[in-house]
């Protein structure tokens, strides 16, 4: 294997572990985390005393109405804001600042600077950093918009993309940093329905192939069943775990199937219960649910 790509791959020990239960420590400890804005006229709670663990290799989903925190809590776990209360560990240390062993992916795509080629826009975060000189710079970058299929696109610019071609370079940019975890703040939300549904696929792919740590946002009730493990649940503003949820079994292939469709009524009724209370006895009967609040 080459070996500028071994600190990304999964082994099967790895695996073996995590069938074997959750023996190791996680990778990523989201402790008791209240986030707060403070504005010159008032202080805005984001989430209150959020917790939960992931696990090498999870494709990891926090699921939410809008303004529940989803993007405030992956700010503070990509290091951009701290807690009030609470903390965050990556690899069992508490995460302070920013780090290349976190990379996010927004949104927006024109995160790409135009001026700069495909190849140069996914070269240029890894000599930045100094994690590479440039010449295995540009080795790795080729191989990583090889797994995105966009070798042929390396010395275009990104304005002649489309924007599938965008979502593409900037997942090839995040991974050949090889982070710890990789972070997505709603990836695909502006694209449109057919090409978010191949950039789902592609994604679930190349994490077949690659076996990196996701911690995926999401509105969206589908997408969090297609793309996630497992997922995360939370509560209207300001942002509470409600559920976890094991989502394991269902992919591209389910949508449409009626224990597809049951799943996501029952994640809708988790999260929007009407009348604010508990959920039902019946509803925590759903036997993915591994824990209720
Ligand atoms: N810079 C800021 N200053 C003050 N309040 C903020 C700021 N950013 C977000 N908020 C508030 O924090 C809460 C959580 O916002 P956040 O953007 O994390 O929600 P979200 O779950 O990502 O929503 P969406 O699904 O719409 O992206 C909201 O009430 C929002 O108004
Ligand atoms: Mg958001």
């Known amino acids: ?75 503070a776990v990509a290091g951009f804001i701290q807690p009030s209360e609470g903390q965050i560990r990556l690899a069992g240390v508490q995460i302070k600042e920013p780090g290349p062993d976190r990379i996010v992916v927004f949104q927006e795509f024109d995160q790409l600077p135009p ?71 709603e990836p695909f939300a502006a694209l449109d329905a057919l090409t978010r549904r191949k950039m789902q696929e592609e994604l679930l792919a190349l994490w077949d ?17 297609v793309v996630g493990n497992r997922i995360l649940l939370l ?3 300001p942002g509470r775990v409600r559920a976890e949820i094991n989502s394991h079994q269902y992919d591209l292939n389910s949508l449409g199937g009626v224990g597809f469709q049951t799943a996501a009524q029952r994640i809708h009724r988790l999260l929007f219960d009407e009348a604010g209370t508990e959920p039902t006895d019946r509803e925590l009967s759903f036997q993915d649910v591994r824990i209720a609040y």
């Open 1 to 75: 294997m080459n070996a500028v790509l071994q600190g990304h791959t999964a082994s099967d020990s790895l695996i073996a572990d995590k069938v074997n239960q959750r023996t190791a420590e996680p990778l990523l400890q989201v402790q008791g985390v209240s986030l707060e804005y403070r504005t010159p006229e008032r202080v805005v709670r984001a989430t209150h005393q959020v917790s939960f663990e992931i696990d090498p290799a999870d494709r990891f989903v926090l699921l939410g109405p809008s303004g529940c925190g989803k993007s405030t809590l992956l700010k």
């Open 115 to 185: 001026w700069k080629t495909v190849i140069q826009n996914v070269i240029f975060p890894l000599v930045a950093s100094r994690t590479l000189k440039r010449r295995e710079a540009e080795e790795r970058a080729r191989y990583y918009l090889d797994k995105v299929g966009l070798s042929a696109f390396a010395d275009a610019y990104p304005h002649t993309l489309s924007g599938g071609m965008k979502a593409r370079v900037a997942i090839a940019r995040a991974l050949a940093m090889q982070p710890k975890i990789l972070l997505m703040d």
């Open 209 to 225: 192939e690659v076996r990196f740590t996701l911690l995926f946002v999401t509105h969206s009730i589908e997408e969090a069943l």
């Open 235 to 237: 509560s209207p503003h």
